[in-house]
């Protein structure tokens, strides 16, 4: 099975700082890659889809980007909002794995 | 308005059954595959299931294969997790949600499994 991993597993940052999160697969998924941002108690919230799709009415702030193997998240400019746990998923195929999350907090 | 609610959860002694259901409506549910993810206390996200949307294709995470069984009825617009041998391990809140394309997941709900 392909193995999902990501980094850092936590950050904070000031606000207004950029701020990337990278997701790896051990093999290639093409651009079957999501991120999903999840608040404390909250359901999750589709971010990109597609690797670098912004899905419609997320602020756009938020962008992906990558193919293959190597993923990234960026948030251009960290607002207290965005204070949440991100995490990567590949639906190229089964199984449909998570990353195991990045954890974003303001300094 | 896309609305998904679970139901059937709630407390199991170690080795019992319970059938989660998921209720949709406000969108083409025959047209949509469609996934259970859980999520236990304090963990991150593990996708379950997968079946597509005239249930053809099915998938099982390697941790319930063989335990758990996921059908859906498209003329009552709902999705099903049937799950059998239950561990204390899978104790978790369980989410239904579309394919990561579209944004549509269920408010969860949660399975205990405790003696």
């Known amino acids: 099975d392909i193995q999902m991993t990501q980094s850092p597993s936590s950050l904070s940052a000031s606000v207004g700082d950029r701020v990337t999160i990278t997701c790896r697969a051990s093999?290639?998924?093409?651009?079957?890659l999501a991120w999903y941002q999840q608040k404390p108690g909250k359901v999750p919230k589709l971010l990109i889809y597609a690797a670098s799709t912004l899905q419609l009415g997320v602020s756009s702030r938020f962008s992906g980007s990558g193919s293959g193997t190597d993923f990234t998240l960026t948030i251009s400019s960290l607002q207290p909002e965005d204070v949440a746990t991100y995490y990567c998923q590949k639906y190229n195929s089964a199984p449909r794995t998570f990353g195991p999350g990045t954890k974003v907090d303001i300094k | 308005e896309v609305q998904l609610v679970e139901s059937g959860g709630g407390l199991v002694q170690p080795g019992g059954s319970l059938r989660l259901s998921c209720a949709a409506s406000g969108f083409t549910f025959s047209t949509y595959s469609m996934n259970w993810v859980r999520q236990a206390p304090g963990k991150g996200l593990e996708w379950v299931s997968y079946?597509?949307?005239?249930?053809?294709?099915?998938y099982y995470a390697d941790s319930v294969k063989g335990r758990f069984t996921i059908s859906r009825d498209n003329a009552k617009n709902s999705l099903y997790l049937q799950m059998n041998s239950l561990r204390d391990e899978d104790t978790a809140v369980y989410y239904c949600?579309?394919?990561?394309?579209?944004?549509?997941w269920g408010q969860g709900i949660l399975v205990t499994v405790s003696s």
């Open positions: 093999q290639g998924i093409s651009n079957y």
């Open positions: 949600a579309s394919e990561p394309t579209v944004d549509y």
């Open positions: 079946i597509s949307s005239g249930s053809s294709t099915i």
